[in-house]
């Protein structure tokens, strides 16, 4: 919504602009990827492979801790592909493909992780 120039945010939750390993399976194949960003339901990336509109998704989720960041907890969820956009490459001849992921079966324990993340990552303002 704009009003008066203002931007207003829809969401609900807040998002954190990382780039963390997550890895999504469908019935069909395995990718590999990175997230751009990442909230407690959900989070966007981008793909090499078009996934339809609500293709349903088991999901691994990467989240580094300690002082080094090389160490991980790890969320698994399901999900569903709630938005894709296929993005043209200038230097590649192949597609790739921006993908909002919506986290549609997460057990608490899992969001608790999240939160716990975003807690420690939290941008300082």
Same mark, same amino acid.
């Given at each position: 919504? *704009?009003?008066?120039? !203002?931007?207003?945010?829809? #969401?609900?939750?807040? #998002?954190?602009?990382?780039?963390?390993?997550?890895?999504?399976? !469908?019935?069909?194949?395995?990718? +590999? !990827?990175?997230? @751009? *960003?990442?909230?407690?339901?959900?989070?966007?990336?981008?793909l090499n492979k078009?996934?339809?509109?609500? !293709?349903?998704?088991? @999901?691994?989720?990467?989240?580094?801790? &300690?002082?080094?960041?090389?160490?991980?907890?790890?969320?698994?969820?399901? &999900?569903? +592909?709630?938005?894709?956009?296929?993005?043209?490459?200038?230097?590649?001849?192949?597609?790739?493909?921006?993908? +909002?992921?919506?986290?549609?079966?997460?057990?608490?324990?899992?969001k608790k992780k999240?939160?716990?993340?975003?807690e420690e990552h939290?941008?300082?303002?």
């Amino acid at each position: 919504m *704009n009003r008066n120039n !203002t931007y207003v945010e829809r #969401r609900r939750h807040l #998002r954190i602009d990382k780039h963390l390993g997550v890895k999504l399976k !469908t019935g069909d194949f395995d990718l +590999a !990827t990175e997230t @751009i *960003n990442l909230s407690c339901l959900g989070a966007y990336c981008q793909l090499n492979k078009h996934i339809p509109l609500m !293709t349903s998704l088991k @999901i691994a989720l990467a989240l580094p801790y &300690g002082d080094q960041g090389n160490e991980f907890d790890y969320v698994e969820c399901n &999900g569903v +592909a709630v938005r894709v956009e296929e993005v043209l490459s200038e230097t590649n001849v192949d597609s790739v493909y921006n993908t +909002a992921i919506y986290f549609n079966e997460i057990e608490e324990s899992e969001k608790k992780k999240i939160a716990n993340f975003f807690e420690e990552h939290q941008p300082k303002e």
